[in-house]
Nanobody, 127 residues
Framework: QVQLVESGGGLVQAGGSLRLSCAAS????????MSWFRQAPGKERTFVAG????????YYVDSVQGRFTISRDNAKNTMYLQMNSLKPEDTAVYYC????????????????????WGKGTQVTVSS
């Protein structure tokens, strides 16, 4: 069973940057689309950004477009989320997830499309 472990969260001032990482336990990670979701206090978990298995295509929610960059290194079984120009509204627990479809050519934005989840990493942006 694939295990996903997020890291890189923390406390940062508005306008600052953080880089999140998601390490997968198996090499099969390289054959699945991966995404980042986030859950703010008192709110539902929502899609943030995703990347297909090859890295050739990415998709972002409008609120982070131009500020966040998703990437992956299949040789290291690791996915990243570079977050720049952070805002207080970006405060949330960030989760990485692996899609259930092998070598899908598109990014799913719905939670039920993902079979594996990490435990999350807290990102707090102060104003």
């Amino acid at each position: 069973q694939v295990q996903l472990v997020e890291s890189g969260g923390g406390l940062v001032q508005a306008g600052g940057s953080l880089r999140l990482s998601c390490a997968a336990s198996e090499r099969t990670f390289s054959s699945y689309s991966m995404s980042w979701f986030r859950q703010a206090p008192g709110k539902e978990r929502t899609f943030v950004a995703g990347i297909i298995w090859s890295g050739a295509s990415t998709y972002y929610v409008d609120s982070v477009q131009g500020r966040f960059t998703i990437s992956r290194d299949n040789a290291k079984n690791t996915m990243y989320l570079q977050m720049n120009s952070l805002k207080p509204e970006d405060t949330a627990v960030y989760y990485c997830a692996a899609d259930r479809l092998w070598r899908s050519t598109y990014v799913n934005t719905r939670e039920y499309e993902y079979d594996y989840w990490g435990k999350g990493t807290q990102v707090t942006v102060s104003s």
